[in-house]
Antibody, heavy 120, light 107 residues
Framework: QVQLVQSGAEVKKPGASVKVSCTASGYIFNSHGISWVRQAPGQGLEWMGRISAYNGDTNYEQKLQGRVTMTTDTSTSTAYMELRSLRSDDTAVYYC?????????????WGQGTLVTVSS | DIQMTQSPSTLSASVGDRVTITCRASQSISSWLAWYQQKPGKAPKLLIYKASSLESGVPSRFSGSGSGTEFTLTISSLQPDDFATYYCQQYDSYSWTFGQGTKVEIK
């Protein structure tokens, strides 16, 4: 069965960077895109961007452009999301999610979430 | 970016009620819309994709309809397990966007 397992919680200071990993199993990794979605405490879902695990093409949410980088390592079936210049309002649970089908934007499989806390 | 507006923000209902949640897009998204259910401390769960297709394993009391700019999620007979927050998401064009959520509470 499809599983996405994310790295553990992080605590970072303002201005630092964080890199969250998402290791996939149960399917051919480069056949589906991976999206990243975050959720601030008590707030709704925010789509951050996606990466094609086939060719590495990325699409980022405009307001995060320049601070976020999404990558994949096909040898380990792992996707990464790096966020730089962290601010307090980046405190959130970060989820990776796999597209339901090869070309779909609906997100059928989700990781367990990684809490990133930004605090001085 | 395409804005997604859900209504209501909160809904109080009883077990057995028929519940309808609306999602409006700021421009046409054809049928490129998904619905998710989220419970506290858990990842979202896909319920509906392509506006009206039921994801495998999701109970048939959930249904979706609409196209263009107006969409609805209907729960035909609310069950205790359905008290949760529901989100719509458009994937017509980047940036993909979510609605702000609708919390379904016990009346």
């Amino acid at each position: 069965q499809v599983q996405l397992v994310q790295s553990g919680a992080e605590v970072k200071k303002p201005g630092a960077s964080v890199k969250v990993s998402c290791t996939a199993s149960g399917y051919i990794f480069n056949s589906h895109g991976i999206s990243w979605v975050r959720q601030a405490p008590g707030q709704g879902l925010e789509w951050m961007g996606r990466i094609s695990a086939y060719n590495g093409d990325t699409n980022y949410e405009q307001k995060l452009q320049g601070r976020v980088t999404m990558t994949t390592d096909t040898s380990t079936s792992t996707a990464y999301m790096e966020l730089r210049s962290l601010r307090s309002d980046d405190t959130a649970v970060y989820y990776c999610a796999r597209s339901l089908t090869r070309s779909s934007g609906s997100l059928g499989y989700w990781g367990q979430g990684t809490l990133v806390t930004v605090s001085s | 970016d395409i804005q997604m507006t859900q209504s209501p923000s909160t809904l109080s209902a009883s077990v057995g009620d028929r519940v309808t949640i609306t999602c409006r897009a700021s421009q046409s998204i054809s049928s490129w819309l998904a619905w998710y259910q989220q419970k506290p401390g858990k990842a979202p769960k896909l319920l509906i994709y392509k506006a009206s297709s039921l994801e495998s394993g999701v109970p048939s009391r959930f249904s979706g309809s609409g196209s263009g700019t107006e969409f609805t999620l209907t729960i035909s007979s609310l069950q205790p397990d359905d008290f949760a927050t529901y989100y719509c998401q458009q994937y017509d064009s980047y940036s993909w966007t979510f609605g702000q959520g609708t919390k379904v509470e016990i009346k």
